[in-house]
């Protein structure tokens, strides 16, 4: 158990609905990542989160957003859903900004009809 | 962005066997270089990283070896156990590219 938890852990939806994925970090981390992962695109990093701060950004859609909050808690929130947005969504935690280990959640498979 | 390229996409071993998978990268200003494991229905784990003023760096059965010069690093897993079998990944850039993953599978 990496101390990362995410919710809900499946979802299925329809194609143009909004759905909001949750992630709780470790305790004590500070850094909050989030990542797509599909089969043909493999892990893809969609955004960073330092102390509610956007710290950098990846191939995130503009359809995409996300948030972190005062108690360091972050949701990813996905609308317009395509068919192609079917994957797992991955969250991680990592201490601070610089290049540490990152810890995974167990991930939250989406998946859109 | 980062351009990062990894081989092999399968590797199958049998136990007891080395596997070694290889990584390249085109960033030079990239200067940490972590390995991650998925186990199936799980998300990536940790299991060594070498930072770019090392060469090598070894963690029992596992060791990684970085060339800055030719911006490639590769993990070399020896002795490898079933519990071995699952993909692996290559992170490189500011850590956020991942390579596009290793299956290895291990034999018993």
């Known amino acids: 158990d990496s101390g990362v938890t995410q919710t809900p852990k499946h979802l299925i939806t329809a194609t143009g609905q909004r759905v909001t994925l949750r992630c709780s970090p470790r305790?004590?981390?500070?850094?909050v990542y989030w990542y797509q992962q599909s089969l043909d695109q493999g892990l893809q990093f969609l955004i960073q989160y330092y102390n509610g701060e956007e710290r950098a950004k990846g191939n995130i859609l503009e359809r995409f957003s996300a948030q972190q909050f005062p108690d360091l808690h972050s949701e990813l929130n996905l609308s317009s859903l395509e068919l192609g947005d079917s994957a797992l969504y991955f969250c991680?935690?990592?201490?601070?900004?610089?290049?540490?280990?990152?810890?995974f959640g167990p991930g939250t498979r989406l998946t859109v009809l | 962005g980062e351009n990062v390229e990894q081989h092999p996409s399968t590797l199958s071993v049998q136990e007891g066997d080395s596997a070694v998978i290889k990584c390249t990268y085109s960033?030079?200003?990239?200067?940490?270089f972590p390995w991650y494991k998925q186990e199936l229905g799980k998300g990536p784990q940790l299991i060594i990283d070498i930072r770019s003023n090392v060469g090598e760096k070894k963690d029992q059965r596992i060791a990684v070896t970085l060339n800055k010069t030719a911006k490639h690093f590769s993990l070399h897993i020896t002795e490898t156990q079933p519990e071995d079998s699952a993909v692996y990944f290559c992170v490189t850039g500011n850590q956020f590219y991942f390579g596009t993953g290793t299956s290895l599978t291990v034999i018993p």
């Open positions: 960033d030079s200003a990239s200067n940490y």
């Open positions: 991680a935690s990592s201490v601070d900004e610089s290049y540490n280990e990152q810890f």
């Open positions: 305790s004590g981390d500070l850094s």
